[in-house]
């Protein structure tokens, strides 16, 4: 088990291990932005190598073809607001609950709908409410993308969940803009060092043409 492994289980018996869930979430947007690679989703992410072990080497899925817009990248974007409009939405019931003006819901919600009691991974007055509201909130979104991960891994291929990957969707649209920038960086510089090269050859042949006008211009005896 990694570390992403560990905490998802610490979370059953304590709520709050739920904010450094909030790492799965940073570093691989922080690896795609001063890297411009998805290292993170290749080699660090454990919800991915879950799925393979169970789905691979436990054969714990159909391993059949993935559908092909469950796969496409306007599914994996609109995936994407979907997940993020629930972030939002959780945060602010966190925002809620700091200013006051909503109780501390102690239970977990799957898929948004079906809430399941928690309270036994927290007491009461160890942190701040919206401290705990946060953690239930995060905890949830956890969840439920663990979940749909599993069903697709059992009825498509293992790491199905990867191509949809909210994460990932953002990481990929990250490494984009990256490798977009580093050429445009490497078309000017290229063009820049064809122009020095123009230059180059051109002043040669200016200073000689010069020379030759002004030697011209001297031996016929012409005033200029």
Known sequence: MDMGDHLFCSCFFNILFAWFGMIDFLLPLGIAIFGGNKFFCNHLCGRGQLFSKLGGDLKCSRNKPILRWVSSKWFGYGFLIFFLTMFGNMVFQTYLVCAGASSLREAIKRFRNFRVPWGWTYTAGIVADWVAQFSFGFYSLMLTSLLLGLIVMGLYKPRTWCTFCPMGTM??????????????????????????????????????????????????????
């Open 171 to 224: 990481t990929q649209g990250i490494c984009k803009l990256k490798n977009n920038e580093k050429k445009n960086k490497k078309i000017q510089h290229e063009r820049m060092r064809q122009g020095n090269v123009r230059i180059i050859v051109i002043h040669p042949f200016v200073f000689g043409l010069s020379i030759f006008l002004s030697l011209l211009v001297k031996s016929n005896g012409w005033n200029v």
